[in-house]
């Protein structure tokens, strides 16, 4: 089963958090090159300039259906201080084996977590604008030219007037489509290598209080860190 955890936590990393942001007050970055984004009239977006999130909503608490490779799951993702923390939480079943998965990443680390073996990894996360893994509030031509994406103008979506993005990347082989709503994929349907990836937001709350504690480590679960690579031509350490 493990491409399948592989490739529903590369679903997770669609959200994860980190990157440029905005001019303070707006949606739209000091930038004259970036991408038009679409911001409806009763949310304006107040990031900081120092954010390292890539979301323009600061906290919210979304749910998503998911279905990658066949596996349907639950899908719950908390965000807070723009995405600089982040918990994405996948629970599915396929042919009676079940699976439960945590990505947490916060103070500048990544937790991917097996639920089911109580066993994690913990890395460093540094973030960096890839197909895998979009800041879609600092999108540029060039970026998008490299993703191979095209804006496709705006879609409805859960009461939420949605940037829609087509992406064939054939460097990657991902090919589909989002539907974004203030930088957060509320839609997503794509391929990746031939293995299909969907996800589609069904409640968004941007009300609740998400307590400090959402973002800490379950209890019971054994954390190994995992070595950080040296410089190029030199082992890994030990």
């Known amino acids: 089963m493990k491409s399948i955890s592989f490739i529903a936590l590369l679903s ?30 009763d949310i304006i977006s107040d990031r900081p300039a120092d954010s390292k ?20 799951q639950n899908m719950s993702m908390c965000i807070d201080k723009w995405g600089e923390l982040s918990f994405v939480e996948m629970q599915g079943e396929l042919m009676g084996m079940k699976s439960h998965n945590i990505s947490i990443i916060k103070d ?13 990894v913990k890395k460093p996360y540094v973030f960096k604008n890839n197909p895998e893994d979009i800041d879609f509030s600092a999108l540029t031509p060039e970026i998008m030219k490299e ?3 095209t804006k496709e103008g705006t879609e409805v979506f859960l009461d939420k007037k949605c940037d829609k993005y087509a992406v064939n990347n054939s460097l990657t082989k991902m090919k589909g489509y989002y539907l974004v709503w203030q930088g957060i994929p509320l839609k997503t349907e794509v391929s990746v290598t031939g293995m299909s990836i969907k996800m589609t ?6 009300s609740a209080t998400i307590p400090a504690s959402k973002f800490d480590i379950p209890a019971g679960v054994k954390i190994t860190e995992e070595a950080e690579a040296k410089a190029p031509g030199k082992t890994a350490k030990k």
């Open 12 to 41: 997770a990393f669609l959200f994860v958090c980190s990157c440029n942001s905005p001019e303070k007050g707006t949606a739209e970055s000091k930038d004259e090159n970036k991408v038009e984004q679409t911001v409806d009239k």
């Open 53 to 72: 999130g890539k979301f323009l909503v600061k906290s919210a608490i979304i749910e998503f259906d998911s279905e990658i490779i066949g596996m349907k």
């Open 108 to 120: 500048g680390f990544e937790y991917t977590i097996d639920m089911t073996k109580k066993t994690g």
């Open 147 to 149: 993703f191979g994406m």
């Open 201 to 206: 937001a069904k409640k968004i709350d941007l």
